[in-house]
């Protein structure tokens, strides 16, 4: 079924995430049989939705078919989400999240319009409700969420997801399990092996590129003139997916005895030191703790900061080679 006309436009005149400063790579690449697929990585911004439309068109008009689209993005602009989920909904076309990556707020609704939908083994999936330009949930980010939940469901995502999409803050995320993946119908990729990041220690060292010479503009800075923390991530993420064949190392580990989740992404520094984003995760979904960490060269010691207080701490591994905290 075509996305109702009426649904688009609410959500145009809705207030949505806020357009990043860059748009997503669309690339298209060479299939099997005049085949072809298209890659959406990284922040979804204004304008992408036309150029996926352009790359769709291209390739028809060579006589080729769009079979799949690759997905890789934290989310973006909300409206634009929804314009490339009305255009693979109307095409027809596969979407793809690969192992160790990322689809989650506004890119969901473009996976949701995939049929049939494949994610990878330890790729995240997740939903949130809509926020306005700076972040907040407003009136009119309300309406917002309530037109992405209705266009959700004319895109035949199950209710118990939606329900997930409404009741989770804007500066959370809702991460579907494997069960919830089943429910959309959705085929598992690859081998059900462990994320690539169960353990920091021992990454390959990759070529770091030049444009990415140091974080040291990312690490955080006073509140008022830092970067958001989902900027901050889809940098990191941005540098880790060119530092590691185009896939960000990411990871989520989950301590039942703790109640807590862990998701993190690695990256490198231009020295070749590891650094490292980690968000802390409840059992109700709520985050608990956000920190960025540098490690030494041997990655024994790492210095730590708190996002949000700015407190310092230092990790040392123990002769058991356990992480110990010491507070600065």
């Known amino acids: 079924m075509k996305p109702g006309a009426a649904t688009l436009f609410g959500i145009a005149l809705a207030i949505c995430f806020g357009a990043p400063a860059s748009s997503a790579t669309i690339k298209s690449l060479a299939g099997k049989d005049r085949r072809v697929i298209i890659?959406?990585?990284?922040?979804?911004?204004?304008?992408?939705?036309?150029?996926?439309?352009?790359?769709?068109?291209?390739a028809n008009a060579a006589g080729k078919v769009v079979e799949s689209v690759q997905l890789n993005s934290a989310g973006g602009n909300l409206l634009e989400g929804a314009r490339l989920a009305g255009a693979i909904?109307?095409?027809?076309?596969?979407?793809?999240?690969?192992?160790?990556?990322?689809?989650?707020?506004?890119?969901?609704?473009?996976?949701?319009?995939?049929?049939?939908?494949?994610?990878?083994?330890?790729?995240?999936?997740?939903?949130?409700?809509?926020?306005?330009?700076?972040?907040?949930?407003?009136?009119?980010?309300?309406?917002?969420?309530?037109?992405?939940?209705?266009?959700?469901?004319?895109?035949?995502?199950?209710?118990?997801?939606?329900?997930?999409?409404?009741?989770?803050?804007?500066?959370?995320?809702?991460?579907?399990?494997?069960?919830?993946?089943?429910?959309?119908?959705?085929?598992?990729?690859?081998n059900p092996v462990q994320t690539r990041l169960a353990a920091t220690d021992g990454l390959p060292v990759q070529q770091i590129p030049e444009a990415a010479a140091s974080l040291a503009t990312l690490t955080p800075q006073p509140r008022a003139s830092r970067p958001s923390w989902n900027e901050f991530i889809d940098k990191t993420m941005a540098l880790s997916a060119e530092q590691n064949q185009g896939s960000a190392v990411l990871?989520?580990?989950?301590?039942?005895?703790?109640?807590?989740?862990?998701?993190?992404?690695?990256?490198?520094?231009k020295d070749g030191r590891q650094g490292l984003a980690t968000a802390f995760q409840g059992v109700d979904g709520s985050i608990t703790r956000r920190e960025v960490c540098e490690s030494n060269v041997s990655n024994d010691v790492r210095d730590c900061i708190d996002w949000d207080t700015g407190a310092k701490y230092r990790d040392m591994k123990n002769a058991k080679g356990d992480w110990v905290q010491t507070i600065e």
């Not at 690969?98 to 997740?126: M, R, T």
């Not at 580990?253 to 490198?268: F, I, M, N």
Request: one cysteine or more.
């Open 39 to 58: 890659q959406i990585f990284g922040q979804i911004a204004a304008g992408d939705a036309d150029v996926f439309i352009s790359a769709v068109k291209q």
């Open 89 to 190: 909904k109307v095409g027809k076309i596969s979407t793809t999240v690969a192992q160790g990556a990322v689809c989650a707020s506004a890119c969901f609704l473009a996976f949701a319009a995939g049929d049939p939908k494949f994610v990878g083994y330890g790729a995240l999936i997740g939903v949130h409700k809509a926020a306005d330009k700076g972040g907040r949930e407003t009136a009119a980010s309300g309406e917002a969420t309530l037109l992405m939940a209705r266009f959700a469901k004319e895109l035949g995502v199950p209710s118990a997801i939606i329900a997930r999409m409404l009741s989770t803050p804007s500066n959370q995320i809702g991460w579907l399990n494997p069960q919830d993946l089943q429910s959309m119908r959705v085929s598992m990729a690859g």
């Open 251 to 269: 990871s989520r580990l989950c301590k039942p005895e703790l109640k807590t989740c862990v998701l993190a992404v690695a990256y490198l520094l």
